[in-house]
Nanobody
Framework: HVQLVESGGGSVQAGESLRLTCVAS????????VAWFRQAPGKGREGVAR????????YYADSVKGRFTISQDNAKNTIYLQMNSLKPEDTGMYYC?????????????????WGQGTQVTVS
């Protein structure tokens, strides 16, 4: 069955960087969408970046454009989220999500598979 495992979170100061990793296993699809969502205490789940594995097309929330980069390593079934110039408002639990469909929007309900999350804290 499909599993997603996130790693790379931690506690950093504003202006520093983190690189999150999402390792997928059990996929039988040649093309699928992978997204990073985050959720801060008392807030809803927010999409921050997504990539369509098949075309390589990427999409970003306005709040992270120019600072975050999503990329893929197909050979390792791995998706990365490079986060630079981190701000306190980037704090939250970050989740990797995937779905065997397109990448039309940041809608959490459209993603079938989810990881357990990795905490990012920026002070």
């Amino acid at each position: 069955h499909v599993q997603l495992v996130e790693s790379g979170g931690g506690s950093v100061q504003a202006g520093e960087s983190l690189r999150l990793t999402c390792v997928a296993s059990g996929f039988t699809y040649s093309a699928y969408c992978v997204a990073w969502f985050r959720q801060a205490p008392g807030k809803g789940r927010e999409g921050v970046a997504r990539i369509y594995v098949g075309s390589g097309s990427t999409y970003y929330a306005d709040s992270v454009k120019g600072r975050f980069t999503i990329s893929q390593d197909n050979a390792k079934n791995t998706i990365y989220l490079q986060m630079n110039s981190l701000k306190p408002e980037d704090t939250g639990m970050y989740y990797c999500a995937a779905d065997p469909g397109g990448c039309p929007a940041f809608v959490s309900s459209a993603f079938r598979y989810w990881g357990q999350g990795t905490q990012v804290t920026v002070s």
